[in-house]
């Protein structure tokens, strides 16, 4: 597999922003996103980026949060802005083997690699 080391996070006041990366231990151009897990509540996912660049955003978070990807194809990146509380989570970064499409960007089961996690917690 690829291993996905994911850096960034922390804590930040409501209305603050931060930022996300996650490194692929090698060359991935396949489908690269972000997923999200609060307490009690299952996993999530927030932004994808395809080989192609193209990307796309849960409602949740769309105009919010960009994902983008360096000419590598190695690092992703998620910038989060207007943070909310409702944004607190752990974090991770995932990879899928293939290109995937619109219906499948958002199911954990098509990524079969997964950074470590990083806690985001969004508090007054």
């Known amino acids: 597999g690829v291993q996905l080391m994911q850096s960034g996070g922390g804590s930040v006041q409501p209305g603050g922003s931060l930022k996300l990366s996650c490194t692929a231990s090698k060359y991935t151009w396949s489908t690269m996103a972000w997923f999200r897990q609060a307490p009690g509540k299952e996993r999530e996912g927030v932004a994808a980026s395809r080989a192609s660049l193209s990307t796309y955003y849960s409602d949740s978070v769309k105009d919010r949060f960009f994902i983008d990807r360096d000419s590598t194809g190695r690092t992703i990146t998620l910038l989060m802005r207007s943070l909310q509380p409702e944004d607190t989570a752990i974090y991770y970064c995932?990879?899928?083997?293939?290109?995937?499409?619109?219906?499948?960007?958002?199911?954990?089961?098509?990524?079969?690699?997964w950074g470590q996690g990083t806690q985001v917690t969004v508090s007054v």
């Open positions: 995932a990879r899928s083997g293939n290109n995937l499409n619109s219906r499948q960007w958002f199911n954990a089961h098509e990524y079969d690699d």
